[in-house]
């Protein structure tokens, strides 16, 4: 699995003249799009400070802890929910450390942030924004994924410390940790 997930390679062209362009190569073309088209010093500094609270899920299980100290009448839920965020960023750290596959590493794309990992797949922010949208969602009755995913996705981007398919998949976890997590507060609420 780590092969496939490896850094990008170079172009190559087959014996009837075709080029292949690995995945990989095209992701480094996608970051290097984002960051150039949106990479300005205020949006840097924006996805420094979401990279900042979304360390270690901090963020968000802080305000998980709030949602607990504050609604007393949900506080299991409120619980529930924090420790689905938990769960789901174990989860991606998890994954990390079996696929092993390295930071963006290329001239073209930038690196403005500091990771406290060289393991890049999947992204650990967008794992743990994901399972808290959906999460803290269903608690406070508002649809928070389409405002909080992808910008935490794009920070990543825009930060070069991820590539596109991290993003992705570790929103694919952190909504599958929430969905689990969702059901088993379902059934022991009956």
């Known amino acids: 699995m780590a092969e496939l997930l490896d850094r990008p390679a170079a172009p190559v062209v087959t014996s009837d003249g075709a080029v292949e362009v690995p995945s990989a190569a095209i992701e480094v073309r996608v970051l290097e799009a984002v960051q150039n088209s949106i990479g300005t010093p205020q949006v840097v500094n924006v996805a420094r400070g979401m990279s900042l609270f979304g360390e270690h899920a901090a963020g968000w299980l802080a305000i998980g802890a709030v949602g607990a100290l504050v609604d007393r009448r949900r506080r299991r839920d409120w619980v529930s929910a924090t ?25 073209r794309v930038q690196v ?41 996705a794009l920070s990543r981007m825009v930060l070069g410390v991820h590539y596109p398919t991290d993003v992705v998949a570790g929103s694919m976890l952190g909504a599958a940790v929430a969905v689990v997590a969702r059901r088993f507060s379902r059934k022991g609420n009956r």
Do not use: N, Y
């Open 83 to 107: 420790a689905a965020v938990a769960v789901a960023h174990a989860a991606s750290v998890g994954v990390k450390r079996v696929v092993r596959r390295p930071r963006p590493e290329h001239p």
């Open 112 to 152: 403005l942030a500091g990771t406290p990992s060289k393991l890049s797949f999947p992204s650990a922010h967008a794992t743990s924004t994901t399972a808290a949208a959906i999460m803290f969602g269903a608690l406070v009755r508002k649809p928070l994924v389409a405002a909080l995913v992808p910008p935490m």
